[in-house]
């Protein structure tokens, strides 16, 4: 059963960078049969999607995001991330990565599989 | 961006309850729609793709349907474990966007 772990820092000072990366348990994030995504979740915005990639694939962000998102993978370690620079306190939220099964290429069946999420709130 | 709005934002019901919550997409998304469930403190879990295809371990007291701009998710037989928020999500076109959610509380 695949699962998603995620990690990184609760705690981010405004104008930096946003680090979270999502490790890959029962599955290989080098599968040409899924995107992998990143998603927040704020309690005024509710969910917002951020972005999804494929390894060796193209990405696609959310246009409100885009000049500020990164997302790589390192298959050796086979996990992906997310980078979000110039942080403010409008970024604080919940979160998640998780997988996006793909058919001939197409997201087919949604996000089926998702992280545990991480709290960042962005403060001095 | 598509906006998807969902109705109602909160609904009271009872265990045993049929529920139906309706979600309506600003521009044609064909079938293109998922549910999710959100439990407190957890992440979402998909319930239902493509409009109407149940995911695998979900109860079968759990539908979905619809197409074009508007769908809706029908709970039969409410159990306690149901009352939770619920969220649509189209998946037609970047960026992907959810709906604001549906409280279902007892």
């Known amino acids: 059963q695949l699962q998603l772990q995620q990690s990184g820092p609760g705690l981010v000072k405004p104008s930096e960078t946003l680090s979270l990366t999502c490790t890959v348990s029962g599955g290989s994030v080098s599968s040409s049969t899924y995107r992998w995504a990143w998603i927040r979740q704020t309690p005024g915005e509710g969910l917002e999607w951020i972005g999804s990639f494929s390894d060796g694939g193209s990405s696609n962000l959310n246009p409100s995001l885009k000049s500020r998102v990164a997302m790589s993978v390192d298959t050796s370690k086979n996990q992906f991330s997310l980078k979000l620079i110039s942080v403010t306190a409008a970024d604080t939220a919940v979160y998640y990565c998780?997988?996006?099964?793909?058919?001939?290429?197409?997201?087919?069946?949604?996000?089926?599989?998702w992280g545990q999420g991480t709290t960042v709130t962005v403060s001095s | 961006d598509i906006q998807m709005t969902q109705s109602p934002s909160t609904r009271s019901a009872s265990v045993g309850d049929r529920v139906t919550i309706t979600c309506r997409a600003s521009?044609?998304?064909?079938?293109?729609l998922a549910w999710y469930q959100q439990q407190p403190g957890k992440a979402p879990k998909l319930l239902i793709y493509?409009?109407?295809t149940l995911e695998s371990g979900v109860p079968s007291r759990f539908s979905g349907s619809g197409s074009g701009t508007e769908f809706t998710l029908t709970i039969n037989s409410l159990q306690p474990a149901d009352f939770a928020t619920y969220y649509c999500q189209q998946y037609s076109t970047y960026p992907y966007t959810f709906g604001q959610g549906t409280k279902l509380e007892i």
């Open positions: 521009q044609s998304i064909s079938t293109w």
């Open positions: 493509k409009s109407s």
């Open positions: 998780a997988r996006q099964p793909t058919a001939a290429g197409i997201d087919y069946f949604g996000m089926d599989v």
